[in-house]
């Protein structure tokens, strides 16, 4: 199956630095990645979608400007979480959607865990 | 928004015994997904079901999406300890261009 990938896996900051994610498909282009957010035994939450050349799309309750996503080529969407406080801690995870045999398949990056102090 | 319900939240079973989790959804779908998420793990595609009525198996798994194409379930048949994890549907409406994951069912099983 299709490759992404995701880094770092894990990393800790003070609070008020920023923090990048970088989310890359391998081996295949993807006109569009999603971040998500997933708290411990929960499910899940999109908080944005990736369009390669645009804006990205966020959820209603998303702070825009508190995560800035860049999606600058079909191979790389970047997930940058500005002035990280401790509510801020959490594993946040990419996918990539392919198309194939008109099946959407979503393909999932290993996820950052990130814990701010 | 989209609303989708996925029970039971968790399922503890003896090896051998099925298991089946629901994704029941507010509102007619586009595709329903599944994906499996092993602990510590991330999110692995199952399959996508797309017909109305559509049924399909992979091995012990067999998946199913309903006649309205409101609901769906994955049935385990004499599941083992390596099918251990969190089920998740993720819902898609039609012309919507993303995916609205269920809360999950975390199964366990006991050798």
């Known amino acids: 199956g299709a490759v992404v990938s995701q880094h770092p896996s894990w990393v800790i900051c003070k609070s008020g630095t920023s923090v990048k994610i970088e989310c890359r498909s391998l081996d295949f282009q993807a006109t569009t990645m999603f971040w998500y957010r997933q708290f411990p035994k929960q499910s899940l939450m999109l908080m944005a979608t990736s369009n390669e050349g645009s804006k990205a799309t966020y959820e209603q309750g998303v702070e825009k400007d508190k995560f800035l996503i860049n999606h600058a080529s079909l191979t790389l969407s970047t997930l940058t979480v500005t002035s990280a406080h401790p509510e801020d801690s959490s594993f946040y995870i990419c996918?990539?959607?392919?198309?194939?045999?008109?099946?959407?398949?979503?393909?999932f990056g290993s996820g950052t865990q990130l814990s701010v102090l | 928004g989209q609303q989708v319900m996925q029970i039971p939240q968790y399922q503890h079973v003896q090896e051998g015994e099925d298991f089946t989790t629901y994704c029941n959804s507010s509102?007619?779908?586009?595709?329903i997904q599944w994906y499996k998420q092993r602990p510590g793990g991330h999110p692995v595609f199952l399959i996508q079901l797309v017909k109305s009525g559509e049924v399909k198996k992979q091995k012990r798994l067999t998946f199913q999406f309903g006649e309205a194409k409101k609901n769906s379930s994955l049935h385990i048949t004499a599941t083992q300890t390596t099918d251990v994890g969190t089920y998740f549907c993720a819902v898609s409406e039609a012309n919507a261009g993303k995916s609205t994951f269920g809360d999950g069912t975390t199964l366990t099983v006991k050798p």
């Open positions: 996918s990539a959607q392919t198309v194939d045999r008109m099946n959407e398949k979503l393909f």
């Open positions: 509102t007619t779908l586009s595709n």
